[in-house]
C-alpha cells in the first residue's frame, strides 16, 4: 500500500474559474481537480484542497489568487506545465491579488516572497510512504 500525508486550511465547494497570462505548451489536466488549457484559462474543480498561503497570512483579497497559484505550482510539481510558467504564475499571484483589492505594497511582498522563495515549493515532490 502507498499513501501520502495531507494537511489542507482549505476545500473548495464550488467550482473557480480564472483567466490566467500562463500560456502552456499542451493543456494540463489533473482529473477531477485542475485544469490548464493552451489559451491560460484555469478550471480548478470543487472538492479541490489546498492550504493557502504558505508563510502568510490569508486575507480576503489573497484566497482566490492563493488558490491559482497554489494549483499552479501543483501542476508543475507533477511535471504537467513546465518550470519556465512559475515566474508568470508568481506575477499572476500579485496581479489577481492587486485586482481582488490589496494594496499593491502587500501584492509586490507576496510577489517578492514567491519569486525569490517559491522556487522550493514549486519543485517539492510529495513524500509517498510504502506499508
Keep these: ?5 495531507v494537511q489542507y486550511k482549505y476545500y473548495l465547494e464550488e467550482t473557480v474559474e480564472v ?9 494540463a489536466i489533473v482529473p477531477g481537480y485542475i485544469f490548464l488549457g493552451l489559451d491560460g484559462k484555469m478550471i480548478i474543480y470543487r472538492r479541490y484542497a489546498w492550504d493557502g498561503i504558505t508563510n502568510g497570512v490569508n486575507f ?3 484566497r482566490v489568487p492563493g488558490l491559482v497559484h497554489d494549483a499552479t505550482y501543483q501542476l508543475i510539481r507533477e511535471g504537467l506545465i513546465d518550470l519556465s510558467l512559475k515566474d508568470q ?4 499571484l500579485r496581479d489577481m ?13 507576496f510577489y517578492f516572497c514567491v519569486s525569490k522563495f517559491g522556487n522550493a515549493f514549486a519543485t517539492k515532490k510529495k513524500k509517498v510512504y510504502t506499508v
Design 1 to 5: 500500500m502507498k499513501y501520502s500525508k
Design 19 to 27: 483567466q490566467t497570462s500562463l500560456r502552456p505548451v499542451q493543456s
Design 60 to 62: 480576503k483579497s489573497n
Design 89 to 92: 504564475s508568481d506575477k499572476d
Design 97 to 109: 491579488m492587486i485586482a481582488e483589492g490589496s494594496w499593491k505594497w502587500i501584492a509586490g511582498f
